[in-house]
């Protein structure tokens, strides 16, 4: 084992977040509470009687600052839903221009990162964006090219070079 780590270290980059806590400006976070699109709404009212047993969360789904803890833990609706409802089969609009205004506004959280992207890229910062979703990774692809924004994707299908 320890011929093979001395073969592979000069192939391996292995940072400790020790070695870089001392480099990296202190963790600011900001949580900011989104509201649902109103497509994303539909899809919540549809989710919501198909189950049945929540017609009082169907009642109050678009009021602002729901508790998203009221909404059943299901992976359609707590994965796809909050992030795009593109996301979905046969949710986009049939014959929409592939990189329309349409794709920001389904979106409660694209919405935000579009506004937010908007006051931070013309000051040359970068930023990182994170999905656990390939398919989220995908529209967020489409908007970077919609709005001309320069992006570099990194996940599982990312050729080695």
Do not use: W
């Amino acid at each position: 084992v320890k011929k093979l780590h001395t073969i592979l270290r000069p192939f391996l980059l292995r940072r400790t977040k020790k070695d870089l806590v001392v480099k990296l400006p202190d963790k600011v976070e900001i949580n900011i509470s989104v509201k649902l699109s109103e497509i994303q709404v539909d899809l919540y009212c549809q989710f919501l009687t198909q189950i049945g047993g929540y017609s009082s969360i169907v009642a109050n789904i678009g009021a602002p600052n729901r508790s998203m803890q009221e909404l059943p833990q299901h992976p359609h609706v707590a994965s796809k839903g909050l992030q795009h409802p593109y996301l979905f089969d046969g949710v986009e609009p049939e014959g929409a221009d592939e990189f329309g205004e349409h794709l920001v506004e389904a979106s409660g959280k694209l919405t935000i990162i579009d506004k937010l992207l908007s006051k931070i890229l013309p000051t040359k910062e970068q930023v990182l964006i994170f999905s656990c979703f390939t398919g989220t990774l995908n529209i967020i692809e489409d908007f970077c090219a919609m709005r001309g924004i320069k992006y570099h994707r990194l996940d599982g299908a990312t050729e080695l070079e």
